[in-house]
């Protein structure tokens, strides 16, 4: 149940993320708001459905001005994202 500060990643207009572990309850989350508050769970342009709630590589489809992982349960989790204008 780890939880991470958002990041602000929105002059990046494409964003490649790889999330690995052991992964049983997890959002890649989103928001417009500065607060962060009412994120939204972001999704892959190539995947139906989808939400990026699990361990994969992913490209998100949206560019919110705030992104940040939500970590349930796991073990072992690791996020990483390549960014590029």
């Given at each position: 149940g780890d939880?991470?500060?958002p990041v602000a990643l929105s002059n990046f207009s494409d964003k490649?993320?790889?999330i690995e572990g052991t992964v049983t309850t997890f959002a890649l989350q989103?928001?417009?708001l500065q607060d962060f508050s009412n994120p939204r769970t972001l999704n892959?342009?190539?995947l139906s459905p989808s939400a990026i709630t699990a361990a994969g590589v992913y490209t998100i489809k949206e560019?919110?001005?705030l992104i940040?992982?939500?970590l349930t349960t796991g073990?072992?989790?690791t996020v990483s994202m390549v960014c590029e204008r």
């Open positions: 939880s991470c500060l490649t993320v790889t989103g928001s417009n892959d342009v190539n560019n919110p001005l940040a992982p939500l073990a072992g989790v």
